[in-house]
């Protein structure tokens, strides 16, 4: 018996992401609302409890609405907006964050996927903070460079607008008063003492980012040069088919440059460990629609269905 599937907002960039993923599966019936129907709350309650997951790929006060309607106690959800992500309840969407994350997701009635921003801190972070390498009261600095997409529709207008302002040719920094949408989940699922002290970026390329965790080796634990903590990352995530942690020096294949754009289209994770016997460089490069979301909610999905972990994804 095929899965029935309902994306609630399966017109935005994460929804349309997830749709075109699932295009040749033989598992799953999607069901799907006409476009005149699908802000209509009855329609949506209607399909919702109808399937056996719901994907809500919504603004944060819709993802919420959307979780009220919910009336089967069989729907499982899978929500890829910010509102549930440190809600009590809640699976955080990383199977590969712990030996137990997996079971998690299996089991669990409500999944939240990881924020792009967050995926690339927290894979750097949490490994080091959990095994207490890295101190939890340690001042993260984080950098993360990304492409437009992320910011959706309305971000993706204004980048492909041929009118649009010379400011949008250059990197453009944001979110400048430290009060950006993931800090709250970087720091609970890490498990820092205090927020970390962000700084993202917004390129003129539409997919892609490479997030940045640059350590002073002094306040690490046992791993304190790169081939120390480049190890330590290698066993981390052995097995792992969606996070890769290149060879050290990998980089300097392409110049010492690491690029924001090279993991578009793909769903998995490369780590690089930098730097030297001083500071060390964490670097995650992912896509933002991959990993960072659509590929994020996929990979759960496969997890609560038990089936191959990288079906109908790009691996």
């Not at 029935?4 to 017109?11: A, C, R, V, Y």
């Not at 609970?188 to 390329?205: C, H, T």
Request: aromatic share 10%.
């Amino acid at each position: 018996m095929k899965t029935k599937i309902f994306i609630d907002g399966s017109e935005g960039t994460t929804g349309l992401r997830i749709f075109e993923r699932f295009k040749g599966r033989d598992d799953i019936e999607l069901l799907t609302i006409s476009s005149e129907l699908r802000k209509d709350i009855n329609e949506r309650k209607r399909l919702i409890n109808e399937s056996d997951i719901t994907f809500l790929c919504l603004p944060d006060d819709a993802a919420r609405e959307s979780v009220s309607l919910v009336e089967n106690e069989n729907v499982r959800i899978i929500d890829a907006s910010t509102a549930h992500r440190t809600a009590e309840g809640w699976v955080y969407g990383f199977p590969e964050l712990n030996s137990t994350q997996r079971d998690k997701i299996k089991e669990g009635k409500r999944i939240s996927v990881p924020g792009c921003h967050a995926t690339g801190l927290i894979s750097l972070a949490y490994p080091l903070v959990s095994n207490g390498i890295l101190p939890s009261d340690y001042p993260i600095s984080a950098f993360s460079v990304t492409g437009y997409s992320g910011g959706g529709k309305k971000m993706i207008s204004e980048y492909t607008d041929s009118n649009r302002l010379v400011e949008y040719d250059a990197p453009r920094g944001y979110a400048l008063g430290q009060q950006h949408k993931h800090l709250k989940e970087m720091k609970k699922v890490v498990g820092l003492s205090r927020e970390p002290l962000f700084s993202p970026i917004v390129a003129d390329y539409y997919s892609g980012m490479v997030v940045s965790l640059p350590l002073y080796t002094e306040y690490l634990k046992d791993k304190t040069t790169p081939e120390q903590v480049h190890e330590f990352f290698t066993n981390y995530y052995a097995n792992q088919s969606f996070i890769k942690v290149m060879p050290l020096g990998s980089e300097e294949k392409f110049g010492g440059f690491i690029s924001g754009n090279v993991c578009s289209g793909w769903d998995g994770m490369n780590i690089y460990v930098t730097g030297n016997s001083d500071r060390i460089l964490l670097i995650s490069q992912f896509d933002n629609l991959g990993k960072g979301a659509s590929g994020a909610a996929i990979q759960c999905l496969n997890v609560l269905l038990g089936c191959e972990e990288d079906k109908g994804l790009h691996i």
